[in-house]
């Protein structure tokens, strides 16, 4: 079956970076949109960034446009989360998903994902 480990996150200062990692175990890589969304207490889950397998597509929100990449090695089956220029209000539990099959990662909603992540804290201080 598919599933995600995630490894990364910590806390940093406001400025600071970390970087994500999301490894994919199981079949079918290909035409899948693997990405990350955050969740902070007492709010939503909300997309951050996508890229499609099969390098089609991708996907940022404009909160982290500038910021944040999302980057893919193909032959690890790992989507990595490079987070450069942290801000306090980036704070969240940082879940990795992927869905179904699929030709375009947008809408970056939490009802297309399949499988999640354990998720990982980041927590940037100020």
């Known amino acids: 079956q598919v599933g995600l480990e995630q490894s990364g996150g910590g806390q940093v200062q406001a400025g600071g970076s970390l970087r994500l990692s999301c490894l994919y175990t199981g079949y079918s890589y290909r035409n899948r949109c693997m990405g990350w969304f955050r969740q902070a207490p007492g709010k939503e889950r909300e997309g951050v960034a996508g890229?499609?397998?099969?390098?089609?597509?991708?996907f940022i929100d404009d909160s982290v446009k500038g910021r944040f990449t999302i980057s893919q090695d193909y032959d690890l089956k790992t989507v990595y989360l490079q987070m450069n220029s942290l801000e306090p209000d980036d704070s969240a539990i940082y879940y990795c998903?992927?869905?179904?099959?699929?030709?375009?990662?947008?809408?970056?909603?939490?009802?297309?994902?399949?499988?999640w992540g354990q998720g990982a804290q980041v927590t940037v201080s100020s």
């Open positions: 998903a992927v869905t179904d099959l699929a030709e375009l990662c947008a809408p970056m909603v939490p009802t297309r994902q399949r499988y």
């Open positions: 890229i499609y397998t099969s390098d089609r597509s991708g």
